[in-house]
């Protein structure tokens, strides 16, 4: 028997994660402040979220909230990671119903043409930077 390798982090993820910057909220459920957080990547699974705030313990329910008028997502923190500038939130989504299902597939399909044309103009660069280095030969130094 061989062992099994470890998965990579893409082999693990069930859906696709988009990078954004959006600003949004955190209400715990239990009660009614709200943490104002960055939206740093979202998928169809979880969110990443940076606040200069800190204190939201792994398992805490929270409703995510990308505008004031939307529904919020229910999510639920399942670690932390302190940087120096703040802390970042993996929430994976939770306990949802068909309405946030449906306003979490809208959010992801209003955030996909940005991130692919983004991807064409990274690809473009790349090409390009990369004709330049064919220009240069490498030296035998």
Do not use: I
Request: glycine share 8%.
């Amino acid at each position: 028997m061989h062992p099994q390798r470890p998965r990579t982090l893409d082999e693990r993820r069930k859906h696709r994660r988009y990078p954004v910057w959006f600003e949004a909220s955190l209400r715990p459920a239990e009660n009614d402040g709200a943490v104002h957080v960055t939206l740093v990547d979202l998928s169809g699974g979880g969110a990443l979220v940076h606040t200069a705030e800190d204190g939201l313990a792994p398992g805490l329910v929270v409703v995510l909230h990308v505008e004031d008028a939307d529904p919020g997502l229910p999510a639920r923190v399942l670690r932390s990671e302190r940087e120096w500038d703040g802390t970042l939130y993996h929430l994976e989504f939770t306990f949802m119903d068909d309405p946030e299902r449906a306003g979490l597939r809208e959010l992801l399909e209003r955030c996909r043409p940005s991130f692919e044309a983004h991807q064409r103009r990274l690809a473009s660069a790349g090409r390009r930077t990369l004709k330049r280095l064919d220009e240069f030969p490498a030296s035998d130094e």
